[in-house]
T-cell receptor
Framework: DAGITQSPRHKVTETGTPVTLRCHQT?????MYWYRQDPGHGLRLIHY???????DKGEVSDGYSVSRSKTEDFLLTLESATSSQTSVYFC?????????????FGSGTRLTVV | AQSVAQPEDQVNVAEGNPLTVKCTYS??????LFWYVQYPNRGLQFLLK??????LVKGSYGFEAEFNKSQTSFHLKKPSALVSDSALYFC?????????????FGRGTSLIVHP
């Protein structure tokens, strides 16, 4: 999707290891979000950012941390990966809190914890 | 609190027939409502939203949605389905005022359009 890139696209990791997912945007948008998508649960918010160094928790933040040291990058870290964190992770961006045309989503990172 | 329900995990429709994907919501105040579509191996794409005004909202790709306050529903519709409409559809809601400015998403409904 234009203007937003997630890396890696796929990752397999072992239980107990740290993992960092990266979201990079070229739109200079203020707001960035991390979601996880799981069958039967839909899309759930993990953490979000409303500016550089300004972040807050979402509904499923346990086991995750984030950092945003510059506008274009929003990092999601799993401190010690567990099998329950196997999921597809999506990053989203918006220029304002209430964007006219909704959020722009990245293509996702498929994470498997074995 | 804001919440949204998509009562159908899957909707099947024949190409050329009208389609409806259902969404109901719960808010304390008034809702902002959204529909997004997700094609395989892609992120979500915004389709349309309701804030206020006309209860029938038109969006991308020929989709429209009808806001019904008395039934707390916001069903997605299209008069004539295409095979290419097959995708995962998400409804989302925001509670105005007082709720988080970040919408809450439903679980998603898989739409399958048969040739």
């Amino acid at each position: 999707d234009a203007g937003i890139t997630q890396s890696p696209r796929h990752k397999v990791t072992e239980t107990g290891t740290p993992v960092t997912l990266r979201c990079h945007q070229t739109e200079n948008h203020r707001y960035m979000y991390w979601y996880r998508q799981d069958p039967g649960h839909g899309l759930r918010l993990i953490h979000y950012s409303y500016g550089v160094k300004d972040t807050d928790k979402g509904e499923v933040s346990d086991g995750y941390s984030v950092s945003r040291s510059k506008t274009e990058d929003f990092l999601l870290t799993l401190e010690s990966a567990t099998s329950s964190q196997t999921s597809v992770y999506f990053c989203a961006i918006s220029d304002i809190a209430e964007p006219l045309y909704g959020y722009t989503f990245g293509s996702g990172t498929r994470l498997t914890v074995v | 609190a804001q919440s949204v329900a998509q009562p159908e995990d899957q909707v099947n429709v024949a190409e050329g027939n009208p389609l409806t994907v259902k969404c109901t919501y719960s808010v304390s105040g008034n809702p902002y409502l959204f529909w997004y579509v997700q094609y395989p191996n892609r992120g979500l794409q915004f389709l349309l939203k309701y804030i206020t005004g006309d209860n029938l909202v038109k969006g991308s790709y020929g989709f429209e949605a009808e806001f019904n306050k008395s039934q707390t529903s916001f069903h997605l519709k299209k008069p004539s389905a295409l095979v290419s409409d097959s995708a995962l559809y998400f409804c989302a809601v925001r509670d105005i005022p007082g709720g988080s400015y970040i919408p809450t998403f439903g679980r998603g409904t898989s739409l399958i359009v048969h040739p």
